[in-house]
């Protein structure tokens, strides 16, 4: 048996494949990014998924790809977690980012990019990933993220800079109050997590002028830091991965025709690409 897994800070895709590459089932388990998720908690995460659990001896192959798996520490925290668990399995595991590659690109040179909870960017040369710099994650890069514009929502109504009406619902929908926020912000693992669950507030909210403002503002950053400087033209395919872009799409693609590049693709989740990828590509 050999799993597939495409896992993002807020959820983990996981695909089943018998000995002839054959579906056997697909489960979701929260988060695995190993930069904010302790390890117990990692294990926890997986050996609470019975479908994993059950066939934890059956296992033999694991192709895990990963937000917070940039680093050989971060790699090597998760890897243990994995071989304590499924015991008999050769363990592969790499950034989310080249799940996003294989899944959109495959083989051929793009620029490819994720919007989700967290947000990162590469260029595809055809055999290898070029990044622009490190991922330092969600506290000081991540712009357009999922907890990019959960931290610009929560301070904007804090500073009353958020329209009263937004505002109001705002109120229904969330627990404001000062010592929650903390608790989830410092005391609680995933706090990236936690400030991108304020994400669905926009997309309920989309067609708000206020909500279309941030969205824009974010997007222009992504690509000031994150698109522009690879210097490629609008001859170079485009990709995005994840919701906030799936969403908020028609502003990213104005975004983008005002630095004349357009957007090849859009793909809310990537797991069913990559796993044709690796059905046609990986042993």
Known sequence: MVLIADGGSTKADWIALDNNKNEVFRVRTLGLNPAVVPEEEL??????????????????????????CGTPKAVDILNDVMSNIFTKASINISEDMLAAVYATTGKKPAVVCILGTGSNSCYFN????????????????????????????????????????LANSFETQFDLEADFIKLNLYRKPNPNMYLASFAKFMFEFKDEKYIKKIIKKGFQEFFKYKVLPYKKDHLTPIYFIGSIAFYFREILEKVASKHNLIITDIIQRPIDNLLNYHKKHIN
């Open 43 to 68: 294990e926890n995460r997986i050996i609470n998924m019975y479908q994993l659990f059950n066939i934890k001896e059956e296992v033999t192959a694991i192709h895990f790809y990963g937000a917070g």
């Open 126 to 165: 055809g055999n290898n990933m070029e990044m622009l710099v490190a991922s330092l994650g969600y506290s000081i890069m991540d712009e357009a993220s999922g907890n990019y514009f959960g931290k610009i929502l929560i301070r904007d109504y804090y500073y009353n800079k958020m329209p009263k009406k």
